[in-house]
Structure formats: structure tokens, C-alpha cells
């Protein structure tokens, strides 16, 4: 059974920082791709950024350059979303993904798994 579990969400002041961790079980991590995607209230789900876990490959969505930065831990099965100099419109719901195969392409209909979702909220 695959799973991905999200953690490390909670509630920061703009400019503030986070870091998100997806821990995935049941899955070949070494092939495949894990991405995060956020949904904000009344909003449809936004993919963030992606990191192909065979060759390391990664991709960011204009908002986040900058900001945002993927890693993985191929040994720990684990891909963090570390957030920096974040803004109110950060705020939702942040979901890991994964994508048996290996899509960067940030669109939900790539991704065959995902996790429950952690809540970032950003105050201004």
C-alpha cells in the first residue's frame, strides 16, 4: 500500500519560514517523481513544484522561484518543501503527490498518489 504522509504545516507571520516533509511508504522512490501542490479556499488545486527522484531533476512554479525548494532524502524516503520569505497568498493546503511516472509536469492528473494535505497558513 502506498502512502505519503505530510507534516510540518502550522501557522507562520509573512516573511516567516517553513519546512514541509513528505514521508512515502510502499512506493520505488528511486524511480517516479514526488511533487507538492497547495489549494487555497474556493481555489483549484495549484502544483508547486516536483523533483524526479531518479535524476534529480526539479521544476518550480513561477510564484515560488525563489522562495521554495525541493529536496529529497532517497535513504529516508522523504521530500521536503522548504518555504522562506513567505506571503499571505501561500496560505492552503499543501499536498505531496507522487507520479509513477516520473511527470514534472505540475497537473493533479499526473500524479497517482497523495497524501492528506497539511495546512499552512500565512499571516499578514
Known amino acids: 500500500e502506498v502512502q505519503l504522509v505530510e507534516s510540518g504545516g502550522g501557522l507562520v507571520q509573512a516573511g516567516g519560514s517553513l519546512r514541509l516533509s513528505c514521508a512515502a511508504s510502499?512506493?520505488?522512490?528511486?524511480?517516479?517523481?514526488i511533487a507538492w501542490f497547495r489549494q487555497a479556499p474556493g481555489k483549484g488545486r495549484e502544483g508547486v513544484s516536483a523533483?524526479?527522484?531518479?535524476?534529480?531533476?526539479?521544476r518550480y512554479v513561477d510564484a515560488v522561484k525563489g522562495r521554495f525548494t525541493i529536496s529529497s532524502d532517497n535513504a529516508k524516503n522523504t521530500v521536503y518543501l522548504q518555504m522562506s520569505s513567505l506571503k499571505p497568498e501561500d496560505t492552503a493546503v499543501y499536498y505531496c503527490?507522487?507520479?509513477?511516472?516520473?511527470?514534472?509536469?505540475?497537473?493533479?492528473?499526473?500524479?497517482?498518489?497523495w497524501g492528506q494535505g497539511t495546512q499552512v497558513t500565512v499571516s499578514s
Open positions: 523533483v524526479h527522484n531518479g535524476d534529480g531533476r526539479i
Open positions: 510502499g512506493l520505488s522512490f528511486a524511480d517516479g517523481s
Open positions: 503527490a507522487a507520479s509513477r511516472i516520473g511527470s514534472l509536469l505540475l497537473h493533479p492528473k499526473w500524479f497517482d498518489y
